[in-house]
């Protein structure tokens, strides 16, 4: 007998030991749309398991930006700018540097939240916020200045997660990322590209990005007129199936999202 509880304790213990390790690697278990991980940055938890169905509704305001509407009433307007406006009431406005029609010097004062993709006082910019249903974070990127210098962290690529998607918003982007950058983007279910071709990035770099950011929706903007989108377009026929809306605004799940990545083109003004 007492042999018998000689083994059986240490048998306890163990058992006790494994329970809260696994409690502790769930506690710390990275968020969905993170992929940065201490073994892989870009492995998903083989565990995951999507929450219940829930529905986001984009529309393409034009230029560069979006209205993204949350199940929950959220109201984000990308790229908010004096010249393309999104209707209001906004809940959140985010803003990037690089040319007067990505920000506003005087948003509209009941905006709540103004997130300037840049940092006024130096460095980067930094954003983990969770406005209702939705969580905003930031990643900083570089642009080019009239001289054809560089301004550090001028851009920001804003990632909203929201309904168990990841909306990426590459704003002005003028450089392809390096693999930091892409793991902390994380894995996107969507992202917002520009395709101008010349003022953010030439094309064949703006194509490199969306492989590597790998989302299953890709949605043009920032183009000019029919040649510029369709120089893209053509460009990237041979990886991607092309789709054009016959709406300016679309509703997403993760029901809805194509099995394979697929460009969709949006109708702006």
Not at 151 to 161: K, L
Request: aromatic content about 6%; some cysteine; hydrophobic content about 45%.
């Amino acid at each position: 007998m007492i042999g018998g509880r000689a083994l059986l304790l240490p048998l306890l213990a163990l058992a006790a030991a494994a329970l809260a390790g696994r409690a502790a690697a769930q506690q710390a278990a990275p968020d969905r749309c993170l992929a940065v991980a201490h073994a892989n940055p870009l492995v998903q938890r083989a565990d995951y398991r999507p929450p219940a169905p829930a529905q986001v509704r984009l529309t393409f305001v034009g230029h560069a930006t979006w209205l993204i509407e949350s199940p929950g009433g959220v109201r984000i307007a990308t790229d908010y700018n004096d010249y393309v406006r999104a209707p209001l009431p906004l809940d959140v406005a985010t803003m990037n540097r690089a040319h007067s029609t990505h920000y506003s010097e005087h948003p509209d004062p009941r905006i709540a939240h103004v997130l300037r993709g840049w940092n006024p006082e130096g460095g980067p910019a930094r954003y983990d916020l969770t406005v209702g249903d939705v969580r905003i974070r930031n990643v900083p990127t570089n642009i080019r200045d009239w001289q054809g210098g560089a301004i550090a962290y001028g851009n920001s690529i804003f990632i909203f997660e929201v309904a168990g998607l990841c909306i990426g918003h590459l704003g002005h982007l003028h450089h392809t990322l390096n693999d930091q950058q892409i793991a902390h983007i994380g894995q996107l279910d969507a992202v917002m590209v520009p395709v101008d071709g010349s003022y953010t990035m030439d094309t064949a770099g703006m194509v490199e990005v969306v492989k590597a950011l790998r989302a299953r929706l890709i949605l043009p903007m920032h183009y000019f007129n029919a040649y510029t989108l369709n120089r893209f377009l053509d460009r990237v026929r041979g990886d991607f199936a092309v789709e054009t809306a016959d709406s300016a605004t679309i509703v997403v799940s993760q029901a809805t999202l194509p099995s394979e990545p697929k460009v969709l083109v949006l109708p702006g003004s």
